[in-house]
Nanobody, 128 residues
């Protein structure tokens, strides 16, 4: 069964850090570009970050630039999202997605419809 599983979410105080992981099972991520999205209560899903299949290009939403870092370890079939200096407005369910046709993200992150597989999400809550 092909699936993506997010982990690493939780409750953290403002200014704190979390690292989300997105692990694939049933297929190799080697040829897939990966995106991270988030959805807060009452809001639309928004793109957070993305990384190309080779890892050579990455991109970020303006709201997280300088605070979040996306990376991948193809040997572990896993993509990470390191989140630092977290703010209450980062509170959301975070989803990872994999897209086979995504080879570059240098100009911008792909739209959600360009991804083939989605995880079920991980809750991130930033609160004191």
């Amino acid at each position: 069964q092909l699936q993506l599983v997010e982990s690493g979410g939780g409750l953290v105080q403002p200014g704190g850090s979390l690292r989300l992981s997105c692990a694939a099972s049933g297929f190799s991520l080697d040829f897939y570009g990966i995106g991270w999205f988030r959805q807060a209560p009452g809001k639309e899903r928004e793109g957070v970050s993305c990384i190309s299949s080779s890892g050579s290009s990455t991109n970020y939403a303006d709201s997280v630039k300088g605070r979040f870092t996306i990376s991948r370890d193809n040997a572990k079939n896993t993509v990470y999202l390191q989140m630092n200096s977290l703010k209450p407005e980062d509170t959301a369910v975070y989803y990872c997605a994999a897209g086979l046709s995504i080879t570059t993200v240098q100009l911008m992150c792909p739209k959600s419809y360009e991804y083939d597989y989605w995880g079920r999400g991980a809750q991130v809550t930033v609160s004191s």
